[in-house]
């Protein structure tokens, strides 16, 4: 039986996508075990799902003034040396890199250890634990056509991200019953990350008289972000979280609202929704939920709402017009070739296993 490490973590980002391959891995007879940080969020994660689990220590590496840059490189060679060992003792064929800084010490000692490593690069640009990564890498995926000039070119393979496919077995009736709603108007879904958004509640409910008129409000805003007075409103659902449930609100919506991370995008790609995205401002990220959004606008995917430009009249105006226009939006999302990334990454895994 061939065997693969999965690693990444940090994030449930670095973590979902390689859950997504993880049916494909098994049908296909692999072996599948995983290396994560001690204590990270993939911990939890992949030891529900039955997986063998080992950690190893993680330090981040900044490109900004921080005490713990002193400590920090001591974590990553530490890292590297359990990985080593690990890697020795698993004797896998292959490693599957999803990013976060805890696969760093990974795909470097299996260079060392001359086993294959295929990372996936989700933004549009490089994060800076796969820039390290990338040289070591046989084979580099990623989500954005625009991506590839910033790859190796005999490396380079766009694939598309993996997605859970449980996000497409929900029920649109049972998502309708959660909420309490009918068929009779479209649904409306807003979601402004797995921490909510602040700017985008409070458009969201300075508009949400004139949207009730319209749609029906389906609205995940984040844990303490409740608003108690509207509680029980006629159309108007909100939840901190969604966890289980979610396949099925995601049944039930006609048009989504969301921010631009690389794994919600690639997700609203997939369930073929019409959507508008509201990117984090470079001011408070890197810039790379920026760079997304506009490579979808640019696809024909999503409409751009600007973070800086959200006004409740700037988003009930999109949110109409997107409406409007959402034949369009799914014809263009229907037509897209990145639906089919579980089976191109599962070819590429294989090649290098032959």
Do not use: W
């Not at 590839?148 to 694939?159: D, F, I, R, W």
């Not at 108690?228 to 901190?240: N, R, S, V």
């Amino acid at each position: 039986m061939k065997r693969i490490v999965l690693t990444g973590g940090g994030t449930a980002g670095h973590v979902t996508p390689n859950i997504a391959l993880m049916p494909s891995l098994k049908e296909a007879g692999y072996d599948i075990q995983y290396i994560g940080s001690y204590e990270g969020i993939e911990r939890k994660l992949i030891e529900e799902m039955g997986i063998p689990y080992h950690g190893i220590s993680s330090g981040k590496l900044r490109r900004y003034f921080d005490p713990k840059n002193f400590s920090d490189p001591f974590k990553v060679v530490k890292g590297y040396l359990e990985a080593s060992r690990l890697l020795k003792k698993l004797k896998p064929d292959i490693i599957f890199s999803k990013g976060g800084f805890v696969t760093v010490p990974v795909v470097l000692a299996a260079k060392r250890r001359g086993i294959p490593a295929i990372i996936h690069e989700s933004d549009m640009t490089p994060g800076l634990a796969n820039k390290i990564c990338i040289p070591c890498a046989t084979k580099v995926c990623c989500n954005f056509p625009e991506t590839l000039t910033h790859l190796p070119e005999q490396k380079a393979v766009l694939t598309g991200s993996p997605i859970r496919q449980e996000l497409f077995q929900g029920s649109k009736e049972e998502g309708l019953s959660i909420c309490g709603f009918t068929d009779e108007k479209p649904v409306l879904l807003i979601i402004g990350g797995s921490l909510g958004s602040v700017v985008i509640n409070n458009a969201v409910r300075e508009a949400l008289d004139d949207l009730l008129a319209q749609f029906q409000i389906i609205h995940i805003c984040g844990k303490d972000h409740l608003d108690p007075a509207l509680e029980g409103k006629a159309g108007y659902k909100q939840f901190e979280y969604v966890k289980k449930e979610l396949t099925h609100l995601f049944a039930a919506t006609d048009l989504m609202i969301s921010r631009a991370g690389a794994n919600a995008i690639c997700e609203l790609l997939a369930l073929q929704k019409p959507n508008i995205l509201i990117p984090l401002s470079a001011a408070a990220s890197r810039g790379d939920q920026i760079l997304n959004a506009a490579s979808f606008e640019k696809q024909g995917y999503s409409y751009v709402l600007a973070e800086e430009e959200l006004t409740a009249d700037s988003l009930l105006k999109a949110v109409r017009y997107v409406y409007d226009e959402r034949h369009s939006y799914k014809k263009a999302l229907s037509e897209s070739t990145l639906n089919n990334s579980i089976e191109i990454i599962m070819d590429l895994i294989q090649s290098c296993t032959k």
